[in-house]
């Protein structure tokens, strides 16, 4: 069964760091891309980071730049975000989501994968 779990969130105060888990299974992972999306209460769900098969080519959205890093280990098939200098505008549930077409390169458009995983809350407050 293939399925993507997400893992590693919490309650965080801003300045924070997060190191987010997605954990692969069902499916070969090192063929895919795959990205981290957010979504906050009440808001679009947005990709934040995008990373290839091999994990040379990363992907990021302006809002997350010089403070999220992705990461993957295809051996261990798991994609990581280290989220670091946490703001409370990064509060919202985090997902990790694979593309649809084997070795794509990076598109954050939601409509361009179909697989997700259930998602990992991150709350930053004081």
């Known amino acids: 069964q293939l399925q993507l779990v997400e893992s590693g969130g919490g309650l965080v105060q801003p300045g924070g760091s997060l190191r987010l888990s997605c954990a692969a299974s069902?499916?070969?992972?090192?063929?895919?891309?795959i990205s981290w999306f957010r979504q906050a209460p009440g808001k679009e769900r947005e990709g934040v980071s995008c990373i290839g098969r091999s994990g040379g080519s990363t992907t990021y959205a302006d809002s997350v730049k010089d403070r999220f890093t992705t990461s993957r280990d295809n051996a261990k098939n798991t994609v990581y975000l280290q989220i670091n200098s946490l703001k409370p505008e990064d509060t919202a549930i985090y997902y990790c989501a694979r593309m649809k077409t084997v070795q794509a390169t990076c598109i954050m458009n939601p409509r361009e994968y179909d697989y997700w995983g259930q998602g990992t809350q991150v709350t930053v407050s004081s």
């Open positions: 069902g499916f070969t992972l090192r063929y895919y891309t």
